[in-house]
Nanobody, 115 residues
Framework: QVQLVETGGGLVQPGGSLRLSCAAS????????VGWYRQAPGKQRELVAT???????NYKASVKGRFTISRDNAKNTAYLQMNSLKPEDTAVYYC?????????WGQGTQVTVSS
């Protein structure tokens, strides 16, 4: 069993930046896919970005060019660098790790973009 813990959320003004981290209690090297998802109040959870074990990335259209996902297998940590933040990016952000027969979620970190 691997636990995922997200950190780095907070309150930021529009146009600002945040870097989210997802630290795993075990190895993430076996995760075929690591992803960041978000859920805004009253809305369904949605995919923000994913990165495969081979380093291929995929982004939600509205964050492309502003967000960057990365993973450091040596540190068992994944990251989401978020720039040019907008109020509509406000949500709880969750990390997910998917491997053969495994699917782990973190508990989330709140990101609020407001002036």
């Amino acid at each position: 069993q691997v636990q995922l813990v997200e950190t780095g959320g907070g309150l930021v003004q529009p146009g600002g930046s945040l870097r989210l981290s997802c630290a795993a209690s075990g190895s993430i090297a076996g995760f075929n896919l690591v992803g960041w998802y978000r859920q805004a109040p009253g809305k369904q959870r949605e995919l923000v970005a994913t990165i495969t074990s081979g380093g291929f990335t995929n982004y939600k259209a509205s964050v492309k060019g502003r967000f960057t996902i990365s993973r450091d297998n040596a540190k068992n940590t994944a990251y989401l660098q978020m720039n040019s933040l907008k109020p509509e990016d406000t949500a709880v952000y969750y990390c997910r790790g998917v491997g053969p027969g495994s699917n782990y979620w973190g508990q989330g970190t709140q990101v609020t973009v407001s002036s």
